[in-house]
Structure formats: C-alpha cells, structure tokens
C-alpha cells in the first residue's frame, strides 16, 4: 500500500530535488522523459530534459518518480499538472502529496486504444430495488455474528426483541417490500439510511456533537432532507415542529427509527418508542443494540433466502481504465450507477486483446480509493506467461522487454 509522506519529509525531498539534480523519470507517449528539478516556487516547479518535450500538453496530469538514494529500490512517486511547456522544460504544479511504498515497479501510461479489456469476478449479486448508500456494506459482520448458525440467530432475535418488550412501550418491524413508507419519519429513513432519534427530555434531535460520524439524523440533517424533497424553509420548519408536538402529545419521551440495511440497500427500518411513565428513555447505548438486531435481521434474512429471486450472477465487463502498467491496472466505478461494488482482494478473470492477440491471466484489486461520486479500484496481474507480459509490456512502452526487467513482474502493479 502507498504511504503518504509527511509535510516535513515532503519539503527535504524537494529540496533534495532541487540542489542535488535526482533524475525524475517520467513515461508518456511510450518514451521514458528523465528531468531534473531547476526552480522551487511556493506555487510551482520548473523540471528540465535533454529531450523535446512536444509530447507533453498544457493540463495534462503527469506522474513522475524517483529515488534519493539515486537506485531505484526505494521508489518516490508524486503526480503534478503542467502549466506550460518551454522547449526542454515543464512548467507545473506543486505535488500535493509524495508516496512511498508504492508497490509499484512499472510507470502507468493511458490505455491505448488498441488495447481492450475484460472483467469476469464470479459470484453473485443482488439486484433490489431499493434505496442505496453508497459505499457502505452493514452485513459485514464481527467474527462472532459471520460464525451464528440458524438457531442462534433466531435465539440472537429472539434475546433482543424480549429485552426491547421490557425496556420499551412499542416496536415495529417494517420492510418497504411490504410496507410502503408513509410518515415524514419513513421517508426520511428509507431515504437516507440514517437513525431518526427524537428524544424530548434532551429537546429532540441527536446534537451535532454526537453525531461526528453522521449517523443520525440532527435538526439540519433533517432540515435538508425536507428542503430536498420539495419543501420551503417555512413549510420545513412547520413540519419540524410537528413531528416534536405530536411527541409531546402522544406522552413519548423517546422515538428512535433504525434502518435496517443489507449490502448497501435501505430494505426497511425498525420503530421503537418509550412513553413517559416506568421505562426510561431511550439512550445512544441501547441503540447500539438496536443497530446490532437490525443487521442481524438483514443477515437472517439472507440466510432465509429472502432475496434470492434478485440474486444474479456477475456479469463480464469492460473496465473504465484510467491507466495500465506491465504490473497491472487502474479502473473506476461510478457507485451511483453500477449495482456491484468491488472490494480489496477481490479476483478477476482477465481477457487483454492487443491488435490481434489475446492475454489471459488473473488479477486481484490490491487497493481501493472512494470519493464522492466514483470508486477507484488498483489490480495487480496474476499468472500471466511470461511471454504475455514481455508482449504487454512491448505493447505500451513501446521498448523492448529485458532481463532486467524480468526481475520486476511478480508483484508489480
């Protein structure tokens, strides 16, 4: 895995650059370019070459590697952006970050276009038709819950539903496959996957500073979700209101809506409430153990092949490939749009047609990376022929493929 170096250390590496001229190696357009940093600015850095740099585009995202002990076996990565590019000198940014550790022994070029891929992971998934968080998995499980077997979930349920009938006024169980969701409260939690906790002896909602890991609903959180669905400020906060009077009304002192999740769908919530009177109000403790039924809900559900008529074998597919390597690839997911979402050490059959060739080998997804939108999964090849990879690497360095660079393919990413 990439460690990310510190500030300070990433401040004495460039300026190791700068005063001791480390090659940089950098690969595009299937030639290797060798610089030397000669300007060190707050804002940008000025790399030199022996070579044209023609190739090179205004924007363009660069990667470029060295090493301080000037051997390649402690190998320092950074990407940066061009700014303009003068003859035998590039203009660019600062790097953000430096990396070490990499695991990389390959410089990653674009895909080219003759080059095709295709995926195959076997297994099945789940096709619901339901709400979906993003990048969230709430079946998996400690040790303790992956090891139950049916009758110590039934026993498991069995335990946590007579604690709640003694401790609590109410509970409900609801799945949205039978149960539409109606109330403001439903919408909200089959919406956005979040606990709905109103407690009236602390005010209502979960405070701000309870809620670091966003896991319940607060009065914004809530506040938003309405303004999304179509409400004005005015009308958001006359439902706000609302829904605190009516728990006054109805002498409930504690409310609480646990959604309960499998994979990443919302496929229903479990209701829970205490009145004023002999049991005490709901706290952020016994929560947990809510949250712990509702996934153990989810898991029994499964076992009880509840889904099994959505239940689909994976499909081949051609990955989206930011770049590829002698070593393996980098593809990316828009999470909002597939169903299916990878996982480190996950395994692939892989197919790479080159012009008239075709390469089979495995591949595993060694890393992955999330942002708001798209997920970013790194592969390493796996048993690919020896003469497989000297035909893959020729292909997109453009370079013959030499002994020494045999040493590099196990492992290489």
Not at 204 to 229: D, H, I, P, R, W
Not at 393 to 407: A, H, L, R, V
Request: glycine share 4%.
């Amino acid at each position: 895995m990439a460690t990310p170096i510190q500030r300070i250390e990433k401040e004495y590496l460039l300026g190791a650059l700068n005063y001791k001229d480390i090659p940089l190696k950098c690969f595009t357009g299937k030639t290797e370019y060798t610089f030397v940093l000669r300007e060190l600015d707050e804002d940008r850095i000025v790399l030199e070459s022996k070579d044209r740099l023609s190739v090179f585009r205004k924007d363009a995202k660069i990667e470029l590697k060295f090493s301080p002990q000037s051997e390649m076996a402690n190998i320092i990565t950074f990407s940066v952006y061009v700014y303009k590019v003068e003859d035998r000198r590039l203009i660019t940014s600062i790097p953000d970050y430096l990396y070490k550790n990499l695991s990389r022994s390959y410089s990653r070029v674009p895909q080219t276009p003759e080059l095709n891929m295709i995926l195959q992971k076997d297994g099945f998934y789940y096709d619901l038709n339901y709400e979906k968080i993003d990048m969230v998995d709430a079946t998996e499980f400690d040790d303790f819950v992956s090891r139950l077997n049916e009758d110590k979930i039934n026993a498991f349920i069995d335990e946590n539903l007579h604690w709640i009938q003694q401790k609590t006024d109410g509970y409900k169980l609801s799945l949205f496959a039978h149960t539409r969701a109606a109330s403001v409260e439903e919408k909200a939690v089959g919406k956005l996957g979040k606990i709905l906790f109103i407690s009236m002896p602390d005010g209502g909602f979960v405070a701000e500073t309870k809620n670091s890991g966003e896991m319940f609903f607060t009065e914004q959180l809530f506040t938003e979700f309405l303004l999304k669905s179509g409400e004005n400020p005015e009308s958001a906060q006359e439902k706000i209101t609302r829904v605190l009077r009516q728990r006054a009304a109805q002498n409930i002192c504690s409310d609480c809506y646990v959604p309960v999740i499998f994979l990443s769908y919302i496929i229903g919530y479990i209701h829970i409430w205490v009145n004023e009177g002999v049991n005490p109000p709901i706290t952020l403790h016994s929560i947990e153990t809510f949250r712990q039924l509702a996934k153990i809900i989810a898991f029994s559900l499964e076992r009880g092949n509840y889904f099994e008529s959505n239940k689909k074998q994976i499909p081949a597919f051609t990955p989206k490939l930011i770049d590829i390597s002698a070593g393996g690839f980098l593809f990316v997911v828009d999470s909002s749009k597939e169903k299916i979402i990878y996982s480190v050490d996950d395994h692939f059959s892989v197919r790479i047609t080159i012009s008239s060739r075709v390469i089979r080998c495995k591949a595993s997804i060694v890393r992955d990376h999330f942002d708001k939108i798209n997920v970013y999964y790194g592969c390493k090849f796996e048993d690919m022929e020896i003469e497989d990879t000297r035909f893959l690497f020729e292909s997109i360095y453009g370079k013959p493929f030499t002994d020494n660079d045999i040493q590099f393919v196990a492992g290489a990413v």
